[in-house]
């Protein structure tokens, strides 16, 4: 799984979704902005992660992320989320360089 760099700070979080709150988008392939790291926290329940060689592409990884476990998708990666349970609670808090126009201006995760 990828690491988020030492020099990136966490701009922008998004509310805790559950299976009814969380927005479609998420369930099926979408992609962070070149420059942001979006980190997938589980507060309960649990959460499977498939990430994509490009967009509609061969699937590269698949996680199971279980409560208090993380996956981290990188900047431009193909990626869904899918609920394993009806319990099951997550966030996502995203990340950018610090001194970047991205967390100066609070931009968009997304391109």
């Not at 009814?20 to 962070?32: A, C, G």
Request: hydrophobic letters at 35%; charged letters at 25%; glycine letters at 6%.
């Amino acid at each position: 799984m990828a690491n988020i760099p030492d020099d990136f700070v966490n701009y922008k979080s998004t509310t805790v979704w559950s299976k009814e709150t969380v927005p479609k988008t998420f369930l099926h392939d979408h992609n962070t902005r070149a420059g942001v790291y979006g980190r997938i926290c589980v507060l309960s329940g649990s959460l499977k992660f498939t990430g994509f060689v490009e967009r509609r592409g061969e699937v590269d990884q698949e996680v199971i992320i279980a409560p208090g476990e993380f996956a981290v998708a990188t900047p431009q990666y193909w990626h869904k989320v899918e609920f394993l349970g009806d319990d099951t609670q997550f966030k996502i808090e995203f990340f950018a360089q610090k001194d970047s126009d991205i967390v100066a201006q609070s931009l968009s995760e997304r391109d």
